[in-house]
C-alpha cells in the first residue's frame, strides 16, 4: 500500500505540487526529491495542494516552511491548498498557518 504520492504539473508563471496521504518521517526524502528538478527552474510561484494529505508531522512542516523561505528569499510565492481538518490543525497549533499564504480553490490564484 502507498502511503504517499506527489503530482507535479506546470502552471501559468510555477509549479502546482498536488500531494496525497502521508507526509512524515517515511515519505519526506521521496518528496524532497521529486521537488528537487521542478524547484532548479525557480518557479515564481509553488502552489502546494494539501487537500488529499491525511497526515501531517513535524518533518512535512519543516518542508513547507523551508519551502516558504526560499519563495520570499527568491521574491516568488508559496501557497497552499488547505487541507482537511488534521492537517489544518498542525498548521494552527505551531502558528504555520498565519505564516502562509492559503487558500481553498486554487483557482483562487491568480499568476505572478
Request: aromatic letters at 2%; a negative charge.
Amino acid at each position: 500500500m502507498k502511503l504517499f504520492s506527489v503530482e507535479i504539473a506546470q502552471r501559468d508563471g510555477g509549479i502546482d505540487v498536488a500531494l496525497s496521504g502521508e507526509i512524515d518521517l517515511s515519505t519526506i526524502e521521496e518528496l524532497q526529491e521529486r521537488l528537487k528538478t521542478p524547484l532548479e527552474d525557480d518557479p515564481g510561484l509553488i502552489v502546494l495542494d494539501l487537500r488529499e494529505v491525511s497526515f501531517l508531522d513535524s518533518s512535512g512542516l519543516r518542508l513547507i516552511l523551508r519551502l516558504n523561505k526560499r519563495q520570499e528569499e527568491g521574491g516568488g510565492r508559496l501557497v497552499l491548498v488547505r487541507g482537511g481538518r488534521r492537517v489544518a490543525r498542525v498548521l494552527e497549533v505551531t502558528g504555520t498557518d498565519r505564516q502562509l499564504e492559503q487558500v481553498d480553490d486554487p483557482a483562487e490564484i491568480a499568476a505572478p
